[in-house]
């Protein structure tokens, strides 16, 4: 059974919601609404912004965000990595039961839905749950606010992880990765800073 990530969770969780996002990259909402005023709307927007696959699931709809729209999770004729929660607490346990029968990896409920016992089986079937958190502020946090200086002195404190290691997977010299910290953050692409970030999670791994 893994650990329920929810929102009295501590810092020490972070590298969980770190990986969560950088290898989770197909997102099935369910509850997208197709207004633009709506939170699950918004998200899913900004989901996408960032690079995501996200898929409507909303059985009143056809197509959402110029993506076809499915009634529930098992209509979906692909893979899917993450699903996310925008439904009362009483839609959860069968929402549950279709993230199991889909083999989804990550059942995120967000900011007032928690349904404790349905998170329970989600997560004794192997799948991570996080509950009663906000997905976009989690990942503007941890991902999209990464700060590109903080990135490179905490990669100059690895034991094990090479500059040249680190460039290579970036197409570039170890001297201009070397030379990025003296350049103004806001003159360097943000894919740029994901990249990197992400080249030196891929080496700490090796």
């Known amino acids: 059974m893994r650990q329920i990530i929810d929102a009295i969770s501590g810092s020490d969780q972070d590298p969980i919601l770190k990986r ?3 290898q989770n990259r197909v997102i099935a909402i369910v509850g997208l609404s197709p207004r633009e005023d709506r939170p699950s709307h918004r998200i899913a927007t ?7 696959e996200v898929i409507p699931v909303n059985p009143t709809h056809k197509e959402i965000l110029n993506q076809p729209a ?13 699903v996310d929660v925008f439904r009362r ?12 029968d889909k083999n989804v990896r990550v059942l995120w409920l967000q900011e007032g839905v928690i349904h404790p016992k349905a998170a329970g089986k989600a997560s004794a079937a192997g799948i991570q749950v996080v509950m009663d958190r906000c997905i976009y502020r989690d990942h503007k946090r ?4 990464i ?17 040249e290691a680190v ?12 030379a990025l910290e003296n350049i103004p953050e806001s003159e360097i692409c ?3 800073v994901k990249r990197i970030a992400s080249a030196i999670e891929n080496s700490k791994a090796e």
């Open 147 to 163: 700060h590109l200086g903080r990135i490179l002195g905490e990669f100059r404190t690895q034991q094990g992880v090479s500059l």
């Open 142 to 145: 941890l991902i999209h606010g």
């Open 70 to 82: 499915y009634p529930n999770l098992l209509e979906i004729p692909q893979r899917v990595d993450l």
């Open 46 to 52: 900004y989901l996408m912004d960032q690079g995501y």
């Open 20 to 22: 969560m996002f950088r």
């Open 89 to 100: 607490p009483e839609y959860v346990p069968e929402i549950v039961r279709d993230s199991i």
């Open 190 to 192: 943000p894919d740029m």
């Open 167 to 178: 460039a290579r997977q970036i197409s570039m010299t170890p001297q201009e990765l070397d």
